[in-house]
């Protein structure tokens, strides 16, 4: 997801599995991001930027009290910020299959009619509320063999012979469905 969201001019990451900007075998550094690690944090970055200026923020929620609550105040600020990539890591964990929170509900809905782009990706693609799923406009899929994830994924709009393939792609390849309906394989 990072390949997609890197470019951005304004960019907020939810990074809730905390592979960004950490140290080890499974890192994935963001250079130029700011990092924030709790909702005053967050905001600092955000009034810094100002409504206009760059804006390259990873928070990762490190104990910051009740995880869905953090979240939806981040929704919350996200939405208020306006013109900006929000790119949610593991968006499961604060959904359900067929529920959103309000906050979040708000923003892919609502606010994209004042520049919030909303990014999202899951390891368990049926955790995720149906609605989100549908009204995802670009999508991109990687290997699932599980019943229940090839049926959330088809909610994705994936024509039937792409969804062919997604039991046999290779490691770090993609079906990527753009909004124009066309499809193809991408690494």
């Known amino acids: 997801m990072a390949a997609k969201f890197f470019p951005g001019y304004r960019v907020v990451v939810y990074n809730t599995a905390g592979s960004y900007n950490s140290t080890g075998e499974r890192r ?81 809905l609502q606010w994209a009619h004042y520049g919030l782009r909303l990014m999202w990706n899951a390891q368990i693609p049926q955790k995720t509320d149906s609605a989100l799923r549908s009204m995802t406009l670009d999508v991109y899929v990687g290997q699932f063999d599980r019943t229940l994830d090839l049926n959330a994924i088809a909610d994705c709009r994936l024509p039937p012979e792409a969804m062919a393939q997604v039991r046999r792609l290779p490691k770090r390849k993609f079906i990527h469905r753009m909004e124009s309906g066309e499809w193809r394989v991408e690494p």
């Open 28 to 108: 994935n550094p963001l250079p130029g991001f700011v990092n924030a690690y709790s909702v005053p944090e967050l905001c600092a970055a955000l009034r810094a930027a100002g409504s206009e200026g760059p804006a390259r923020v990873c928070f990762t929620p490190l104990r910051s009290g009740n995880k869905r609550e953090v979240f939806n105040d981040v929704c919350f600020l996200v939405c208020d910020f306006r013109n900006v990539i929000f790119a949610v890591e593991e968006i499961w964990n604060f959904q359900a299959p067929n529920w959103s929170p309000d906050a979040l509900n708000e923003c892919y």
